[in-house]
């Protein structure tokens, strides 16, 4: 009897000491993302790994895989609910199966300018869409700023019938697959990391980004000409596994949600810069020329994707699209 009982006291001092092991165990977080480093997602990532551990040590490990070191666009969202990752900041274009209404920042020519698109997102109709996907066990933390899209090509693009028949990689999305419909091109869906090698070999001709995906990707050795279109914008929304988040401790989370909140306005400030440099350095290099439009010629490329909006204003719902058009006038 002695001896079980013995036995039995060792056995709980065991199991109270591997709980106590486990609970001093921090919290991982994989943080995985298709772009660089030296891009604006790229930078907040790290930004927030560095926050979340300094703020909360021995709490919380966040471990960062750029570059689709770990998750390709076709596979994050996946990860994210089966709990593999989580967080993510995929482009605002990927929550098309998830949410109709996020389709929105698809919208060719909706924002004036990327202060359009901070005033949207800031707005309550903006703030709602971080929480449209919560019943799909997904949570949006925060936006983050990359940019205005321009678009590139292996022709001159001054007018948009310069653009029939070319084959341009989109993202993931109705919406942009449409908007090159609406020119008469040929849109070719295509993961990030397959850019560079599909404009080099000619499976497609031309493509949309940020100045700061094209100069990090080196998309300008194998494209000649890009034009300053700035006809749409590319933005994430961070993301994390609505099960995870709300699973954390409370004092835990807080401290995560104004981290979050820190990092988004430092990578919205920088987004801004790290375009500018990277299309000057894209100048500096040579290799491309870069087509200023005149307010005569962007109007034509408007008029040519305006057809796009009343395709998808069901979907997304008229009232939103009101929404995002006042953003356009400062308050």
């Not at 002695?2 to 039995?8: D, E, G, N, P, R």
């Not at 790290?46 to 909360?56: I, N, P, V």
């Amino acid at each position: 009897m002695l001896k079980q009982t013995v036995k039995a006291l060792a056995c709980a001092v065991s199991i109270g000491l591997a709980g106590l092991a486990h609970a001093a165990d921090p919290i991982v977080i994989k943080f995985s993302h298709v772009v660089a480093d030296n891009t604006p997602k790229g930078q907040g990532a790290q930004m927030f790994k560095k926050l979340a551990e300094e703020r909360l040590p021995g709490k919380v490990k966040v471990e960062v895989y750029p570059n689709s070191s770990l998750f390709g666009d076709g596979k994050e969202m996946e990860a994210l609910l089966l709990g593999d990752v989580q967080m993510l900041a995929p482009s605002l274009a990927k929550f098309e199966p998830y949410a109709k209404s996020v389709q929105i920042f698809d919208l060719p020519f909706l924002f004036d300018d990327i202060n359009a698109v901070d005033r949207f997102q800031a707005s309550d109709a903006g703030k709602q869409l971080l929480n449209s996907m919560r019943d799909k066990n997904i949570t949006g933390l925060a936006y983050w700023h990359n940019g205005m899209k321009q678009l590139s090509a292996n022709k001159p693009m001054r007018e948009p019938k310069d653009a029939r028949g070319l084959k341009f990689r989109v993202q993931a999305s109705n919406v942009l697959e449409e908007q090159f419909k609406a020119l008469r091109a040929n849109p070719r869906k295509m993961s990030f990391a397959e850019v560079y090698q599909g404009l080099q070999t000619g499976v497609v001709n031309g493509t949309e980004n940020t100045w700061s995906n094209y100069y990090s990707q080196k998309v300008h050795e194998v494209q000649p000409y890009f034009t300053h279109s700035d006809h749409g914008v590319i933005d994430y929304m961070v993301i994390t596994n609505t099960q995870f988040w709300d699973g954390l401790p409370e004092d835990v989370r807080g401290e995560l949600e104004k981290i979050m909140e820190e990092v988004t306005v430092a990578v919205n400030k920088q987004a801004d810069d790290l375009n500018q440099e990277a299309r000057a350095a894209i100048e500096k290099a040579g290799t491309s020329e870069i087509i200023e439009l005149t307010s005569e010629q962007r109007e034509e490329w408007r008029e040519a994707m305006a057809p796009v909006w009343k395709k998808f204003e069901n979907e997304i719902g008229a009232d939103l699209i009101k929404a995002a058009q006042d953003s356009n006038q400062a308050n």
